[in-house]
Protein backbone atom coordinates (compact mmCIF):
# COMPACT_ATOMS: atom_id res chain seq x y z
CA UNK A 1 0.00 0.00 0.00
CA UNK A 2 1.74 3.36 -0.87
CA UNK A 3 0.56 6.75 0.28
CA UNK A 4 1.29 9.95 -1.73
CA UNK A 5 0.10 13.11 -1.77
CA UNK A 6 -1.27 14.82 -4.96
CA UNK A 7 -2.62 18.12 -6.37
CA UNK A 8 -6.44 17.17 -6.75
CA UNK A 9 -9.48 18.06 -9.96
CA UNK A 10 -12.40 16.78 -8.54
CA UNK A 11 -14.51 16.22 -11.67
CA UNK A 12 -17.58 13.71 -12.59
CA UNK A 13 -14.78 11.60 -14.77
CA UNK A 14 -12.95 8.45 -13.81
CA UNK A 15 -10.26 6.67 -16.41
CA UNK A 16 -8.50 3.58 -15.97
CA UNK A 17 -4.79 3.04 -16.28
CA UNK A 18 -3.95 4.11 -20.31
CA UNK A 19 -7.28 5.72 -20.87
CA UNK A 20 -7.35 9.17 -22.07
CA UNK A 21 -9.47 12.62 -22.27
CA UNK A 22 -9.49 16.16 -23.25
CA UNK A 23 -10.18 18.57 -20.47
CA UNK A 24 -10.91 22.77 -21.02
CA UNK A 25 -9.58 24.82 -18.25
CA UNK A 26 -10.77 27.93 -17.14
CA UNK A 27 -10.79 28.25 -13.33
CA UNK A 28 -7.95 30.20 -12.08
CA UNK A 29 -6.99 27.40 -9.96
CA UNK A 30 -7.02 24.73 -12.34
CA UNK A 31 -4.65 27.32 -14.63
CA UNK A 32 -2.09 27.32 -11.97
CA UNK A 33 -2.21 23.46 -11.54
CA UNK A 34 -1.58 23.41 -15.61
CA UNK A 35 1.46 25.82 -15.61
CA UNK A 36 2.89 23.79 -12.33
CA UNK A 37 2.19 20.57 -14.19
CA UNK A 38 3.80 22.42 -17.41
CA UNK A 39 6.71 23.59 -15.28
CA UNK A 40 7.85 20.89 -12.70
CA UNK A 41 5.91 17.88 -14.87
CA UNK A 42 3.71 16.96 -11.71
CA UNK A 43 1.04 14.16 -11.83
CA UNK A 44 -2.24 14.95 -10.77
CA UNK A 45 -5.54 13.53 -9.14
CA UNK A 46 -9.13 13.45 -10.66
CA UNK A 47 -11.15 12.31 -7.82
CA UNK A 48 -14.74 11.63 -8.97
CA UNK A 49 -17.65 12.71 -8.09
CA UNK A 50 -20.94 11.25 -8.42
CA UNK A 51 -23.91 14.08 -7.82
CA UNK A 52 -21.78 16.66 -6.61
CA UNK A 53 -20.06 14.49 -3.66
CA UNK A 54 -16.43 12.75 -3.99
CA UNK A 55 -16.90 8.50 -4.36
CA UNK A 56 -13.43 8.58 -2.47
CA UNK A 57 -11.80 6.74 -5.68
CA UNK A 58 -9.88 8.40 -8.65
CA UNK A 59 -7.75 8.38 -11.37
CA UNK A 60 -4.14 9.61 -11.14
CA UNK A 61 -3.12 11.24 -14.19
CA UNK A 62 -0.04 12.97 -16.66
CA UNK A 63 -0.61 16.20 -18.62
CA UNK A 64 -0.24 14.63 -22.08
CA UNK A 65 -0.21 17.85 -24.50
CA UNK A 66 -1.71 21.71 -24.07
CA UNK A 67 -4.01 21.49 -27.56
CA UNK A 68 -4.47 24.88 -27.29
CA UNK A 69 -4.41 28.49 -25.29
CA UNK A 70 -6.17 31.18 -25.01
CA UNK A 71 -5.81 34.79 -24.13
CA UNK A 72 -7.48 34.11 -21.09
CA UNK A 73 -5.45 31.59 -19.51
CA UNK A 74 -8.01 28.85 -20.55
CA UNK A 75 -6.65 26.10 -21.98
CA UNK A 76 -7.62 22.81 -23.70
CA UNK A 77 -5.68 20.20 -22.20
CA UNK A 78 -5.26 15.95 -23.55
CA UNK A 79 -4.19 13.63 -20.16
CA UNK A 80 -3.69 10.32 -20.10
CA UNK A 81 -4.30 8.24 -16.32
CA UNK A 82 -0.87 6.48 -15.11
CA UNK A 83 -2.96 5.12 -12.06
CA UNK A 84 -5.84 4.77 -10.04
CA UNK A 85 -6.11 5.44 -5.68
CA UNK A 86 -8.30 5.85 -2.46
CA UNK A 87 -9.15 9.47 -1.24
CA UNK A 88 -7.79 9.19 2.70
CA UNK A 89 -7.35 13.27 2.85
CA UNK A 90 -9.37 15.91 1.04
CA UNK A 91 -7.68 19.36 1.40
CA UNK A 92 -10.00 22.55 -0.37
CA UNK A 93 -6.05 24.32 -0.77
CA UNK A 94 -3.01 22.44 -1.24
CA UNK A 95 -0.49 24.50 0.66
CA UNK A 96 -0.12 28.07 -0.86
CA UNK A 97 -1.35 26.59 -4.10
CA UNK A 98 -4.94 28.24 -5.46
CA UNK A 99 -5.92 24.23 -5.94
CA UNK A 100 -6.95 21.33 -3.90
CA UNK A 101 -4.86 18.56 -3.07
CA UNK A 102 -5.19 15.48 -0.81
CA UNK A 103 -3.25 12.38 0.64
CA UNK A 104 -4.52 9.01 -1.59
CA UNK A 105 -3.77 5.44 -1.53
CA UNK A 106 -2.50 4.05 -4.40
CA UNK A 107 -4.49 0.95 -5.59
CA UNK A 108 -1.81 -2.11 -4.96
CA UNK A 109 -0.34 -4.08 -7.97
CA UNK A 110 -1.61 -7.35 -6.22
CA UNK A 111 -5.41 -6.34 -6.38
CA UNK A 112 -4.81 -6.05 -10.04
CA UNK A 113 -3.38 -10.03 -10.69
CA UNK A 114 -2.98 -11.17 -14.41
CA UNK A 115 -6.18 -12.25 -16.30
CA UNK A 116 -6.66 -16.09 -15.27
CA UNK A 117 -7.35 -17.80 -18.49
CA UNK A 118 -11.65 -18.52 -17.91
CA UNK A 119 -11.15 -14.39 -18.29
CA UNK A 120 -9.00 -14.18 -20.93
CA UNK A 121 -11.25 -16.84 -23.36
CA UNK A 122 -14.77 -15.31 -22.61
CA UNK A 123 -13.19 -11.59 -23.50
CA UNK A 124 -12.07 -12.98 -26.17
CA UNK A 125 -15.12 -14.95 -27.20
CA UNK A 126 -17.16 -11.83 -26.84
CA UNK A 127 -14.32 -9.15 -28.89
CA UNK A 128 -15.12 -11.64 -31.82
CA UNK A 129 -19.15 -11.79 -31.39
CA UNK A 130 -19.05 -8.39 -30.97
CA UNK A 131 -16.73 -7.69 -34.15
CA UNK A 132 -14.64 -5.29 -31.70
CA UNK A 133 -10.31 -5.53 -32.99
CA UNK A 134 -8.37 -6.84 -30.31
CA UNK A 135 -6.06 -4.42 -29.31
CA UNK A 136 -1.94 -5.46 -29.34
CA UNK A 137 -2.21 -5.59 -25.38
CA UNK A 138 -4.65 -7.80 -25.27
CA UNK A 139 -2.20 -10.81 -26.11
CA UNK A 140 0.23 -9.56 -23.69
CA UNK A 141 1.63 -12.13 -20.97
CA UNK A 142 0.72 -9.31 -18.74
CA UNK A 143 -2.57 -8.38 -19.33
CA UNK A 144 -4.14 -7.27 -15.74
CA UNK A 145 -7.92 -6.98 -14.68
CA UNK A 146 -7.74 -3.34 -14.97
CA UNK A 147 -6.43 -3.32 -18.39
CA UNK A 148 -9.02 -5.72 -19.02
CA UNK A 149 -11.85 -3.45 -17.76
CA UNK A 150 -10.46 -0.48 -19.96
CA UNK A 151 -11.12 -2.48 -22.99
CA UNK A 152 -14.05 -3.47 -22.00
CA UNK A 153 -15.04 0.57 -21.68
CA UNK A 154 -16.86 0.25 -18.44
CA UNK A 155 -19.12 3.33 -17.27
CA UNK A 156 -17.60 5.13 -14.63
CA UNK A 157 -19.82 3.97 -12.07
CA UNK A 158 -18.91 0.44 -12.81
CA UNK A 159 -14.90 1.32 -12.87
CA UNK A 160 -15.42 2.08 -9.28
CA UNK A 161 -17.88 -1.15 -8.24
CA UNK A 162 -14.83 -3.26 -9.61
CA UNK A 163 -12.68 -0.91 -7.68
CA UNK A 164 -14.16 -1.44 -4.01
CA UNK A 165 -13.66 -5.17 -4.41
CA UNK A 166 -11.80 -6.79 -2.20
CA UNK A 167 -10.19 -9.49 -4.04
CA UNK A 168 -8.40 -9.72 -7.32
CA UNK A 169 -11.11 -12.76 -7.62
CA UNK A 170 -14.15 -10.71 -6.98
CA UNK A 171 -12.34 -8.30 -9.59
CA UNK A 172 -12.43 -11.09 -11.84
CA UNK A 173 -15.71 -12.98 -11.44
CA UNK A 174 -17.43 -9.24 -11.66
CA UNK A 175 -15.88 -8.75 -15.27
CA UNK A 176 -16.91 -12.53 -16.52
CA UNK A 177 -20.43 -11.46 -15.24
CA UNK A 178 -19.59 -8.20 -17.08
CA UNK A 179 -19.48 -10.22 -20.00
CA UNK A 180 -21.37 -12.74 -19.59
CA UNK A 181 -24.51 -10.29 -19.47
CA UNK A 182 -23.15 -8.18 -22.64
CA UNK A 183 -22.86 -11.75 -24.49
CA UNK A 184 -26.62 -12.60 -23.61
CA UNK A 185 -27.64 -9.49 -24.41
CA UNK A 186 -25.71 -9.34 -28.34
CA UNK A 187 -27.86 -12.78 -28.88
CA UNK A 188 -30.89 -11.07 -28.10
CA UNK A 189 -30.11 -7.94 -30.30
CA UNK A 190 -28.93 -10.43 -32.81
CA UNK A 191 -32.03 -12.54 -32.92
CA UNK A 192 -34.22 -9.68 -32.54
CA UNK A 193 -32.58 -8.20 -35.58
CA UNK A 194 -32.83 -11.91 -37.50
CA UNK A 195 -36.57 -12.10 -36.52
CA UNK A 196 -37.35 -8.24 -38.37
CA UNK A 197 -35.35 -9.34 -40.94
CA UNK A 198 -36.97 -12.83 -42.24
CA UNK A 199 -40.24 -10.83 -41.46
Known sequence: M?????????????LLPGETTKLHIFEERYQQLLFDCEDVQISFGIPFTENGTLTGYGSMVNLKKVISRNENGSADI???????FKVERFFLRMGEKLYPGGDVILIDQEKTSIVNNNLFSAFNAYMLESNKPLA???FSADLNVLHLA?????ADSKKIELLR??????MEKFLLNEIKMRSLMLKQKNSIEHNIFLN
Open 136 to 138: PES
Open 165 to 170: LQSSAE
Open 150 to 154: RMLNL
Open 2 to 14: QKTQLALFPLQLF
Open 78 to 84: EIEAIGV
